[in-house]
């Protein structure tokens, strides 16, 4: 069983940064592939960024493509969303994602665990 805990959310201006963390306890991550999504109030939740077990083969959804960016640190059992040059419709609650599988996965049904969100809210 692995427990992620996401943390960094906060109130940020618009162009403003901010950086997630998630941590995983329970047993490690490192083989897993690891996402992010987010879930704005009366939507439904969507894709935002995802990477593989190793850190490579980052993936992003259209809307975030060069201002977010997804990492890890297997040693920390961590992941990472640094959130740059951020938008009012940025904001939600972001949620962090482990998946049994390795590789880099999109869909909300590939994950396995699920944290309990951390709120971002960009003001304008």
């Known amino acids: 069983q692995v427990q992620l805990v996401e943390s960094g959310g906060g109130l940020v201006q618009a162009g403003g940064s901010l950086r997630l963390s998630c941590a995983a306890s329970?047993?490690?991550?490192?083989?897993?592939?690891m996402g992010w999504f987010r879930q704005a109030p009366g939507k439904e939740r969507e894709f935002v960024a995802a990477?593989?077990?190793?850190?490579?083969?980052?993936y992003y959804a259209d809307s975030v493509k060069g201002r977010f960016t997804i990492s890890r640190d297997n040693a920390k059992n961590t992941v990472y969303l640094q959130m740059n040059s951020l938008k009012p419709e940025d904001t939600a609650v972001y949620y962090c994602?482990?998946?049994?599988?390795?590789?880099?996965?999109?869909?909300?049904?590939?994950?396995?665990?699920w944290g309990q969100g951390t709120q971002v809210t960009v003001s304008s």
């Open positions: 329970g047993r490690t991550v490192s083989s897993s592939g």
């Open positions: 994602a482990a998946s049994l599988y390795s590789g880099t996965r999109y869909r909300l049904g590939d994950y396995d665990y």
């Open positions: 990477i593989n077990s190793k850190g490579g083969s980052p």
